[in-house]
């Protein structure tokens, strides 16, 4: 290591050796080029009480960086900012109503209309909302709405209104008692963690610790009546921009249309989901979807297993995506570490919150696989969630992060989700989620509510 004066600073040096250095890397990647000494000490705060330095010259060549404590601010000083904390006055359980605009249908049924769980919660003065993604039955996962009501009503919200939070990152830790649910915890951790934005005055994309100023869109087109309708959506979602085309697939409607498909648009992006609808037995069957050179195959295979996945990725060359499989930053780990898939979508409801996604996230990266952000036909308060979710790094395919539009004739947000004709969601720099909530629509849409207070539940 070379030998370098540390810079003037007020604080005294507490390491200064590399074997840090990889925790040091993304500030220098940074403010690569920058003169360091040009920031004041606060820019690279890390935490309350101690920063890195990192001399760009030198951390390229090698490795040169400084841990400093400061001393506790003088007063007047602005000083490092204390951890804010929060306390959360009331949890309110909505559920709303909305037609779809089009049927969605996959592997396990077809649904005309949503009932969608809405969290707020009231803290410190400011509403933070979330949206259970949980479906209306327990076919995509074991947990639905009821389940995901009575979790929240019963264990969850009460373990958030008893005594003082951080914010969304303390989630976890609060519901850890509580097994499973992970739609049920998602929804309260996001409204959490929305609340915090807005009292932190900031993007919840930044907040999140994204770095993207705009995502890549693709859709997710079910199974239809006939294969010519199938082939008019297509055209009219191309011709609206998007960059990913993901067509739902069980047996006898597969091969089928994916020959049609190809024929008429031959080097789209393509990919399918099957929502579990193969065994392994029909490895040979999934080994013919070779031939449509499809960006991956999303879940083909039963939606708790990830081993079997392995196996049949061993055995064709598309590469599999999972999404049902992965309910933590454990099994995406065990499921890239035995090669279950090459690909992974995040839904945050899924694995159970912002929290356990970013680890997800984290994980692939790690192993320099990209992940996607799915969707659950969510509302504007679920969607503008997984639009802050994809503004993280390693989200680096098109997500199911669709327009307002192709769900609802009105949504329940201001402005609505718009894709521009390039395909992308522009990153709104507004602090929270960015998008207004529409409370009189939501009031309209209602058809039960309930709210829970510390000491009334
Ligand atoms: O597997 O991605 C899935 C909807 C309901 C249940 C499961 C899935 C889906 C979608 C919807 O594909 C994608 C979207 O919200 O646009
Ligand atoms: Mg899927």
Known sequence: MDNINPPEINGSIVNSNSSRLSCALPLTKAFDG?????????????????????????????????????????????????????????????????PLVHFFETSFGRVYGRR????????????????????????????????????????????????????????PARFARIRGHNMAKGALENAVWDAEATLKQQPLWKLLGGTRREIAC????GIQDTV??????????????YRRIKIKVKPGWDLNV??????????????????????LDQTEHLRKFDAYNLLMIEQPLWSDEIYLHSRLQGAIRTAICLDESIRHARDADFALETGACRIINIKVGRVGGFTEAKKVHDVAQQHGVPVWC????????????????SSLENFRLPGDV????????????EPEVEVRADGMIAIRDTPGRGYRVREDLIQKLTVREETLRVGKV
């Open 402 to 413: 669709s327009a307002s539009k192709r769900y609802w004739k009105e949504d329940i947000v």
């Open 116 to 171: 969608i769980i809405l969290v707020s919660i009231e803290a410190d003065g400011v509403r933070g909302w979330g949206e259970c993604v949980a479906g209306e039955d327990p076919f995509f996962s074991s947990e639905w709405i009821e389940t995901a009501w009575a979790t929240m009503k019963h264990y969850l919200a009460p373990a958030l209104l008893n005594g003082d939070l951080s914010g969304g990152r303390e989630c």
């Open 34 to 98: 920058m003169d360091m000494l040009a920031f004041s000490p606060s820019a690279f705060r890390i935490s309350p009480l101690s920063i890195i330095l990192v001399a760009p010259s030198l951390a390229r060549s090698g490795c040169n960086f400084y841990t400093c404590e400061f001393p506790p601010p003088l007063s007047g000083d602005r000083g490092p900012t204390p951890q804010r904390i929060m306390k959360i006055e009331s949890v309110t359980l909505r559920e709303l109503q909305m």
């Open 258 to 279: 994916l020959e049609k498909v190809r024929s008429r648009w031959p080097d789209i992006v393509l990919s399918v989901d099957a929502n579990s609808a193969y065994t």
């Open 374 to 389: 799915g969707g659950m036909l969510e509302s504007g308060i679920g969607r503008t969630h997984n639009i802050a979710l």
């Open 218 to 221: 693709g859709v997710s087109i």
């Open 228 to 241: 010519e309708q199938l082939l008019g959506k297509i055209e009219t979602e191309l011709a609206a921009g």
